[in-house]
């Protein structure tokens, strides 16, 4: 890792934490000091750090790096460092730098997929309730240039007490002939649910047993809400399509993002605008022109900040805050929650309700005791919760106290 390996950069850059504090994965680093290195109002408890990140000094000083040089002589668009944030990406999906594509965005990246996926009249794409309504418009601006139909089912009665054999039985009744492609997300922004991808797969490639190659199912996972939550390999559940913006859990520059294709079904997408890059099939799916270079540059710093803390320490502090989240609210008569507490099914999400509340209501009722929460922008609009790395326990105790008094 560049020299210098997980635990050189945690001493180097005083991370390290002098005793164990939290769960096992998660021993080792001084998540205070991880804090610091961002620019975070002292003053806010913000739990909804997800929805557009704040950058760690690793990922603010590469963005300044590369805008001085690009200030000193702009014709420098320094294509091998495009490379590098490809062979990064591809590292950390478990995937490869080839079958990556850049995008300024999930909902433009989700737009390319479905735009260029080899689609005929008569057939469908198949997606869920849960679904964000801009993966779901994706799909249909896409079924309806061609005559294709999209069919939005449900794959869970209650999303807290959804299991994996609940949601592939109901995936595999809903798979027809016609089916073109599967659109799932990873975790849930609507519940908080974390969908189990392997198991969608199975039922997929059960599917496409006998099917001509024009007719394959193929599964797109929109994943912007599990990459760098999730202690896994993106590109190795079995989806055929991974689509994420960086610039969330990742702590990426804002407005990056990527797109992962088996390349067993390269062949099956076609671009839909001029290329950046033509270093492979999947490569050219990203859109050309200019864009800020010095912001897609710099996700190969958020990458290595990611990897040099270890995503599964990363991962399970992430898990070990929502949890007690989760706990804490179990506690309060009348709050009900919607996000699963087995940490299989559930991510860095948690969904509720406070009796006598909307979301809405909630939001701005704590925002008023310098809180920040959100709430799913969905048909029922609950109040929402994301835990991050830079989040504290005392935050969380804090938050369950003020919604407790709320719920009064």
Known sequence: MDGMDRRDFLAGAGLLAVAPTASSAARGVDWGAVRREFRLDPALTNLGLFYLASNPREVRDAIEQFRRRLDSNSHDLMPEEAR??????????????????????????????????????????????????????????????VGADVRVGTLFENPAKATEDEIATRLRNSITPRTRAVGITWVQSSTGLR?????????????????AREDRCLLVVDGVHGLAAV?????????????????????????????????????????????????SPTALLGPGGFHAFEQYY??????????????????????????????????????????????????????????????????????????????????????????????????IDRTVREISALAR
């Not at 399970?316 to 929502?322: A, D, G, H, V, Y």
Request: glycine share 10%.
């Open 231 to 279: 202690d896994d390999d993106a590109a190795r559940m079995g989806a055929d399509v991974f689509v994420a913006g960086t610039h969330k859990w990742l702590f990426g520059p804002r407005g990056t993002g990527m797109v992962w294709v088996n390349p067993e079904v390269s062949d099956q997408i076609v671009p839909l605008l001029p290329s950046l890059s033509d270093r």
């Open 195 to 211: 969908m189990p991808v392997r198991a969608c797969a199975s039922v997929v490639a059960e599917a496409n047993r006998g099917r």
């Open 298 to 395: 710099a996700v190969r710093a958020a990458v290595r900040f990611h990897q040099r803390l270890g995503r599964d320490r990363v991962a399970s502090r992430i898990t070990e805050l929502s949890a007690r989240f989760s706990a804490g609210l179990a506690e309060i008569p009348g709050v009900v929650v919607h996000t699963p507490r087995d940490a299989s099914v559930s991510a860095g999400m948690v969904c509720f309700d406070v009796p006598g509340r909307t979301g809405p209501e909630l939001v701005e009722l704590l925002r008023q005791k310098n809180i920040q929460i959100t709430t799913a922008s969905y048909r029922i609009p609950y109040a929402r919760v994301g835990t991050s790395i830079l989040n504290t326990p005392e935050e």
């Open 84 to 145: 590098e944030v490809a062979v990064a990406l591809g590292q950390y999906v478990g995937g490869a730098a080839d079958d990556i594509a850049f995008v300024p965005n999930t909902t433009i990246g989700l737009s390319i997929v479905y735009g260029g996926l080899k689609l005929r009249a008569g057939q469908e794409l198949l997606l869920n309730d849960q679904d964000h309504a801009w993966h779901q418009q994706a799909a249909r601006l896409a079924a309806g240039r």
